[in-house]
């Protein structure tokens, strides 16, 4: 990957609808502060280096020089005002072979170009787009699909403009190209918007060059590189209610078990009551039979004749 010197600190991150899947990787903004904290109107023109996951669309993640520069200020969001313009470079287009390229895969990144890129291809065949390295790709699969001392590149800009080039190229090298795009007059007016809430920024990103042109819109701007996306949690209120909402519950069922386990004591008590109340009446009866019984025993004793009363007959004989 070839980039040029002033991208090390004049570089910006895209937001990911307009970064378009690296295809506006290595194209070039003018920024201006329209922002009421701005000390004035001061523009800078950057390269497009990244993309920002976390921003709106319209958004611009500056490097920290950058935004000082623009803005009198550090690690915040303003409204900007940008649109895409030609890279302030002189020399020819660049073509970088990727690691590991063939006569069986070819992978082309061009750089070092002044309009956006729109399309690539390699001895008259199309290519795909590796949007995660934009290197753009030629996979033969185990066919050869070109003699690496002898490549057909045609290159085609935003503007429509196409760039014819025979190379010889070799892996993980840039090798200059013998032509360069014209300036393409890409200067489209971007709205502004409102600056959001506050939200600093991390580091500089890794270079890539890039392609395609949309038109530009307005944005904000936060210092420094491309920021990571927010994740969706739930607010804390929500969080709230919901938890005590389950606590809730858990106690109202609590309750009702306490209560079941009491109302079957409660039966069971009866029941033990009842079958001792019946078991006293049962030892009741039995007494008051048994006590009967000894009454009735008593009586026939006591009017049996005694044994010497009783007359004895004797024989006359």
Known sequence: ???????????????????????????????????????????????????????????????????????????????????????????????????????????????NFVSGVQSLSINGQETSVIDSAYYFLIDGSGESVADLSSVSISLTGVNGEVLEETLSLSADECTNGNSQFSSSGDMTQAPVTEAPTTAPVTDAPTMAPVTEAPTTTSTTVQSDAS?????????????????????????????????????VCVALGAAVGVAMAVHRKRKLLEASKNAEDRDSMASYVSVRTPRSEVPVLHSAV
């Open 1 to 111: 990957m070839s980039w040029p010197d002033v991208a090390v600190t004049k570089y910006a991150a895209l937001n990911a609808e307009q970064w378009e899947e690296t295809m506006n990787c290595g194209r070039c903004a003018q920024v201006t502060c329209t922002d009421a904290s701005c000390a004035g109107q001061a523009s800078e023109i950057v390269y497009i280096m990244d993309q920002c996951p976390g921003c709106a669309y319209g958004d611009l993640d500056l490097s920290p020089d950058v935004f000082e520069s623009i803005t009198g200020q550090s690690y915040t969001k303003l409204s900007i005002e940008w649109q895409f313009v030609d890279c302030p470079i002189s020399n020819n287009v660049q073509y970088c072979l990727k690691t590991g390229s063939s006569e069986f895969w070819v992978a082309v990144q061009p750089a």
């Open 227 to 263: 920021t990571p996306a927010p994740t969706s949690t739930p607010s804390a209120t929500v969080a709230s209610v919901q938890e005590e909402a389950s606590s809730s519950g858990g106690l109202h069922s609590t309750a009702a078990i306490v209560g079941l386990i009491a109302a």
